[in-house]
């Protein structure tokens, strides 16, 4: 009986070229506003969703994920990496560093910005910068300075020149060279670093660092790698993670995310009316008809599955439609990157889009469940009519 009922659901959803063309040209409005609504939200989930994560994996790049900090410094810093690196088996890299504020001056211009030092031969076990240099090498750090892509631009020096880097209170102005340019991506971070080795006689602190930054493989897992650091550390430094230090950025995102996603649900709502208003046009134009199925034999309930599994095909061909226009959209958005952002304002220069299984997931059954609510209402319309007063009355 449900191959009968959902026969009958598609006749009654109207041809373009029999006598109920009016019923199709309603079923395709309703259908597009289903499709519409899904690929408005599949993009701008997916555009959230790309935008998190990009700027995740950058900041993850740049940053340690766990940092021991001290208070400012810490002394038997190496003793500490070896006490960690025993104890926590979930530790993969661990690399001391210094960071200090700074005004870097080229012979044009004068910029204020962080000057970190790093370890060339451990740094690439927990930060991305071997692989952010875009001029240089690790190896060539000794002597000189990495300066940041943007810092570099406005400073307006390239590798081989020579510039200023004037530190501490009393303000001691040390002349370098640039041995290296480093773009990650992130506008902030290549507007204002610089790097020098903490072997580096010029600018090195001596025995002492600010901090250890610590990498493990899984990201997640930060919180809990970082209590139990605590607990060998005995709670003498500060022991802090990405997560705490990006907690305001990520969950403003989490946020915008979900709110984005509850405000372009209400367009998938209001299609849903359309397929309401499809489906009461439809009883009424059908009057005769059920009332005949229902002389001959069919129950109330088959009349109601009828009209129920209608809702449900135009709702489905909406939503199919919507996810192949919105997923072909999202690849050539992911392919081409033709609409570009300010990178000084969201630190990536392009718009980033990922949709994820899940996503298409619970799209796939909101959609679903709000059509099939949609079309209870009419359904039971249409089981209630009398069969002798809709033959009568059709």
């Keep these: 009986m449900i191959s009968y009922n959902f026969f009958l659901s598609r006749k009654f959803t109207g041809q373009?070229?029999?006598?109920?063309?009016?019923?199709?040209?309603?079923?395709?409005?309703?259908?597009?506003?289903?499709?519409?609504?899904?690929?408005?939200?599949?993009?701008?989930?997916?555009?959230?969703?790309?935008?998190?994560?990009?700027?995740?994996?950058?900041?993850i790049g740049a940053y340690p994920l766990i940092t021991i900090e001290g208070s400012p410094y810490i002394y038997n810093y190496k003793q500490i990496m070896e006490d960690v690196s025993n104890n926590i088996p979930e530790v993969k890299g661990i690399s001391p560093y210094i960071s200090t504020q700074v005004i870097y001056k080229s012979s044009r211009y004068i910029m204020g910005g962080i000057l970190r030092g790093i370890d060339p031969a451990l740094e690439d076990n927990v930060t991305n910068i071997g692989e952010f240099l875009k001029k240089g090498k690790m190896g060539e750090l000794s002597g000189g300075v990495f300066l940041g892509s943007e810092l570099a631009k406005e400073l307006e020096v390239d590798v081989g020149d020579e510039i200023w880097v004037i530190t501490g209170i009393m303000a001691r102005e040390k002349r370098v060279m640039v041995k290296g340019i480093v773009e990650s991506g992130i506008?902030?971070?290549?507007?204002?670093?610089?790097?020098?080795?903490?072997?580096?006689?010029?600018?090195?602190?001596?025995?002492?660092?600010?901090?250890?930054?610590?990498?493990?493989?899984?990201?997640?897992?930060?919180?809990?790698?970082?209590?139990?650091?605590?607990?060998?550390?005995?709670?003498r430094y500060v022991v802090s993670t990405w997560i705490q230090k990006n907690k305001i950025l990520f969950a403003a995102l989490a946020m915008e995310r979900k709110a984005m996603a509850i405000i372009l649900g209400l367009i998938i709502l209001v299609a849903s009316f359309n397929i309401s208003s499809t489906l009461m046009i439809t009883v009424y134009r059908k009057v005769k008809e059920i009332g005949i199925l229902r002389a001959l034999g069919l129950s109330s309930k088959d009349i109601e599955k009828i009209f129920i599994y209608q809702g449900l095909i135009l709702g489905c061909k909406g939503l199919i439609t919507g996810l192949v226009a919105g997923g072909a959209l999202a690849y050539l958005l992911?392919?081409?990157?033709?609409?570009?952002?300010?990178?000084?304002?969201?630190?990536?220069?392009?718009?980033?889009?990922?949709?994820?299984?899940?996503?298409?997931?619970?799209?796939?059954?909101?959609?679903?469940?709000?059509?099939?609510?949609?079309?209870?209402?009419?359904?039971?319309?249409?089981?209630?009519l009398n069969p002798n007063e809709a033959i009568r009355n059709g």
Excluded at 18 to 23: A, E
Excluded at 53 to 58: D, I, P, S
Excluded at 199 to 215: A, N, S, T, W
């Design 187 to 235: 506008y902030a971070f290549d507007s204002s670093m610089g790097f020098f080795s903490l072997e580096d006689p010029v600018l090195g602190y001596g025995g002492i660092v600010h901090g250890i930054g610590i990498r493990i493989d899984n990201i997640y897992a930060s919180e809990d790698v970082a209590r139990k650091i605590r607990k060998v550390v005995e709670d």
């Design 334 to 384: 992911k392919r081409y990157q033709f609409i570009r952002i300010p990178e000084f304002i969201y630190d990536l220069s392009r718009l980033p889009i990922e949709i994820s299984l899940s996503d298409i997931c619970w799209i796939s059954i909101s959609v679903l469940v709000i059509v099939t609510l949609a079309s209870v209402y009419p359904a039971r319309r249409a089981a209630r």
């Design 16 to 59: 373009k070229r029999k006598g109920d063309s009016f019923l199709w040209f309603i079923g395709i409005f309703s259908i597009a506003g289903i499709a519409i609504g899904v690929i408005a939200l599949m993009l701008v989930i997916g555009v959230m969703s790309g935008f998190s994560g990009e700027l995740k994996k950058k900041i």
